[in-house]
């Protein structure tokens, strides 16, 4: 499954009907679209191998709770057909939001110690040095979307029973 996210992923960055960068300039302008573009093109073809990481964080015993609450809510959110983006949006950009949960608990799950103390390191070196960068652009572009997704991973982290009613309802579905 996460292969064939992978290739879908691919094609649509290949897709020459793709409108992700023309969708970045409309919110930023032509000038400043210029900064945004690979970065987060480069964090949506990520999401694979950020959620095999979390997946096998995840697996791994002594993660603090809070942390495994945020990891499994990620991957529930993956699978909800309801999203941030209207269903207008196309392409690459529909996976925008996706990209951004993964690399925030990511980052997140980065920042913790595992119950002896020790550090997490993330698999792909690359990875764990841009996503700082692309959370940053991301806020940067929708900072709408991006808090409420924030807002969404401080309740998953406190284990927020009502957190799927509350989602559906802020995003006008419920």
């Known amino acids: ?14 897709d020459p009907r793709n409108h992700f960068s023309s969708a970045i300039r409309r919110l930023m302008g032509p000038r400043e679209a210029v900064r945004y573009g690979q970065p987060l093109r480069r964090m949506i073809l990520a999401m694979p ?13 002594g993660r603090p709770p809070r942390v495994l609450r945020m990891q499994r809510f990620a991957l529930a959110y993956l699978y909800d057909p309801i999203d941030f983006f209207r269903a207008s949006s196309s392409g690459l950009f529909r996976y925008l939001d996706d990209a951004y949960l993964l690399a925030r608990i990511y980052h997140l799950t980065l920042r913790e110690r ?12 690359a990875i764990s040095k841009a996503v700082p960068e692309w959370i940053d652009l991301a806020r940067r572009l929708l900072p709408r979307e991006t808090s409420r997704i924030d807002e969404l991973l401080d309740e998953a982290a406190r284990g927020d029973a009502g957190l799927g009613r509350r989602r559906k309802a802020r995003l006008g579905k419920g």
Do not use: F, V, Y
């Open 1 to 14: 499954m996460l292969r064939a996210l992978g290739e879908r992923l691919r094609a649509l960055a290949l």
């Open 49 to 61: 191998a950020m959620i095999t990481q979390l997946r096998r964080w995840s697996d791994g015993s």
């Open 114 to 125: 595992d119950a002896s103390g020790r550090k997490n390191h993330g698999d792909d070196p």
